[in-house]
T-cell receptor, first 113, second 113 residues
Framework: GDSVTQMEGPVTLSEEAFLTINCTYTATGYPSLFWYVQYPGEGLQLLLK?????DKGSNKGFEATYRKETTSFHLEKGSVQVSDSAVYFCALIYGGATNKLIFGTGTLLAVQP | NAGVTQTPKFQVLKTGQSMTLQCAQD?????MSWYRQDPGMGLRLIHYSVGAGITDQGEVPNGYNVSRSTTEDFPLRLLSAAPSQTSVYFC????????????FGSGTRLTVV
């Protein structure tokens, strides 16, 4: 079945370091891809998305490119801040009558000052 | 503020007790869903609804019931609580196909002793 695989955490970085969180997916068609972020004690928030191959989603300095050839959607940020400390979830969805969102297991990012 | 409201935020139950987790949204979203979040397992879909009067099972439906009598409300009922149901529960809603992203509630932390 459809699934999402993320790199395991925690990922610990110093402030201003470069961030990459790997995400790959398995799907029978062409899903839309998402990154959600969960700050401590809160629900999930949509961070960015891409709906077709080669699309680049971006928000708050984060970027991810939909790579069909490698079935990947890696999250990157050039310079992380302490406030970016959170759990990041990669997810996929097929639109239509049953638009279920399928999540990866999440990656905890801890940014130290 | 528009969004998804979940109540209660915290709950402790004894094994065998029943309870209802409430979820309400005021965005006129057709699609609503319930997820549980467990360490190392990401978010798993329990039940979902594509509109009032229509519900269906997700990945882990056993031990839970849902109903959707109105567009706004989507309660989750635990019939006979078990320690394996200790988790954080999130309600989410989306408009149409969900490609614009889901809106999540802030979660209910449930402990079954």
């Amino acid at each position: 079945g459809d699934s999402v695989t993320q790199m395991e955490g925690p990922v610990t970085l110093s402030e201003e370091a470069f961030l990459t969180i790997n995400c790959t997916y398995t799907a029978t068609g062409y899903p839309s891809l998402f990154w959600y972020v969960q700050y401590p004690g809160e629900g999930l928030q949509l961070l960015l998305k891409a709906t077709k191959a080669d699309d680049k989603g971006s928000n708050k300095g984060f970027e991810a490119t939909y790579r069909k050839e490698t079935t990947s959607f890696h999250l990157e940020k050039g310079s992380v801040q302490v406030s970016d400390s959170a759990v990041y979830f990669c997810a996929l969805i097929y639109g239509g009558a049953t638009n279920k969102l399928i999540f990866g297991t999440g990656t905890l990012l801890a940014v130290q000052p | 503020n528009a969004g998804v409201t979940q109540t209660p935020k915290f709950q402790v139950l004894k094994t065998g007790q029943s309870m209802t987790l409430q979820c309400a949204q005021d965005m006129n979203h057709e699609y609503m869903s319930w997820y549980r979040q467990d360490p190392g397992m990401g978010l798993r879909l329990i039940h979902y609804s594509v509109g009032a009067g229509i519900t269906d099972q997700g990945e882990v439906p056993n031990g839970y019931n849902v109903s959707r009598s109105t567009t706004e409300d989507f309660p989750l009922r635990l019939l006979s609580a078990a320690p394996s149901q200790t988790s954080v529960y999130f309600c989410a809603s989306s408009y149409g196909t969900g490609l614009a992203g889901y809106t999540f509630g802030s979660g209910t932390r449930l402990t079954v002793v």
